[in-house]
């Protein structure tokens, strides 16, 4: 891709870190030399982080992500010149509002091409609740504004650690009620296909949590009900899934280890072990989308807000992956859009004439 990969960005909470990370961030002008950072956000509320932090990053304001060249950060104005307040580590209703008309005009933009890629900042989703928006978070909201149709997977992603989950905003009571054999399949596929076309594994290897202690050998009965007839249905679709997993078992063990992703059945029962593993560092990847947004794997930190303390680790690593999964899929796409005969030797003829045979449809890498 000769052009640097345009990556619009989101302020999130505006009285949380979300402002800090990004002008840390691209305070280190090599970033210039990977991308065109592009922030939805207001001029006024960012010299007011700026002077909180005492943070000399340079913002150009656009009115739009089309004006945007190379060589600079640019800020997207979203508010024109109204006076936005920030009350350091509030959550506050404003706040909710402005981090709802970031991610809006981001997605806008997105939608008609004028950025390649979408990068999130933490924002407070109660605070977007509070006036009375559906928002049952970020990620869902995407897929229904982005998505066209597609079956979102949230994955937190670090190094080579990627675990998935089936459900994820939802109560815990409802968590078995809304497991079934169909779900499992989807997200096994959608994040197969992820791994292959994002991440440019050829041959992903899945492993899938258990729901109930003990894998089932204790109480419950999901998994010999509809876990493990999902896991067998997918391998007969020749996808490389195992379980299911007992999840004290197989992070205790390090047997995570030995796979491409984990899919976990609900949100906790993944992310704790995740942020274990990682206390800081680590990507909320939002995979199935036929757009790429990524996120820091962090939360909005009202009690660090304004201090300048914030770690740029994750949301460096939410930069680096979203511009390589753009060109993973381009890769991907060049070379599976037009797959190369299959060259072999009919052994029943001793000829030893090169015949020539297409792939399968279904062939990938």
């Not at 499992?184 to 440019?200: G, P, S, T």
């Not at 009900?225 to 078992?249: H, Q, S």
């Amino acid at each position: 891709m000769d052009n640097k990969i345009k990556v619009g960005i989101t302020h999130g909470d505006i009285n949380g870190i979300g402002y800090e990370l990004v002008l840390k961030t691209f305070s280190d002008e090599g970033m210039l030399d990977m991308c065109t950072p592009i922030i939805y956000g207001s001029p006024k509320v960012a010299a007011y982080h700026k002077k909180a932090i005492d943070n000399q990053t340079n913002l150009t304001v656009v009115h739009s992500a089309s004006e945007a060249g190379e060589g600079r950060v640019y800020m997207v104005n979203c508010f024109g010149d109204s006076e936005v307040i920030v009350n350091f580590s509030q959550p506050t209703s404003e706040a909710g509002k402005a981090a709802l008309m970031s991610l809006d005009k981001a997605l806008s933009e997105l939608n008609k091409g004028l950025i390649d890629v979408l990068v999130t900042t933490p924002l407070n989703s109660s605070t977007i609740k509070s006036q009375g928006v559906n928002f049952p978070g970020q990620t869902e909201y995407i897929q229904g504004i982005a998505g066209d149709g597609h079956q979102s997977l949230m994955m937190l992603v670090k190094d080579n650690v990627r675990v998935a989950f089936v459900t994820t905003h939802i109560p815990i009571s409802k968590i078995s009620s809304s497991l079934t054999k169909n779900l499992i399949k989807e997200k096994i596929a959608v994040l197969n296909e992820a791994l292959q076309r994002d991440f440019y594994i050829e041959r992903p290897r899945i492993a899938v949590l258990s729901l109930n202690p003990q894998g089932g050998g204790g109480p419950g009965s999901e998994e010999y009900e509809i876990i493990e007839p999902a896991i067998e249905e997918m391998n007969e679709k020749k996808l490389f899934t195992f379980g299911p997993y007992p999840v004290d078992e197989f992070f205790g063990s390090d047997l995570f280890t030995h796979f491409d992703a984990v899919l976990a059945m609900y949100r906790d029962q993944g992310f704790v072990p995740f942020r274990t593993l990682f206390p800081e560092g680590g990507v909320n990847y939002t995979a199935g989308l036929p757009i790429v947004r990524t996120a820091p794997a962090q939360a909005v930190e009202y009690d660090i807000a304004g201090k300048g303390v914030a770690s740029t680790e994750s949301f460096r690593e939410s930069i680096y992956m979203a511009i390589d999964i753009v060109r993973n899929r381009k890769r991907f796409d060049e070379v599976t859009a037009h797959p190369l005969k299959k060259q072999y030797y009919e052994k029943r003829d001793d000829s030893d004439k090169l015949k020539l045979d297409q792939v399968d449809d279904d062939t990938t890498l």
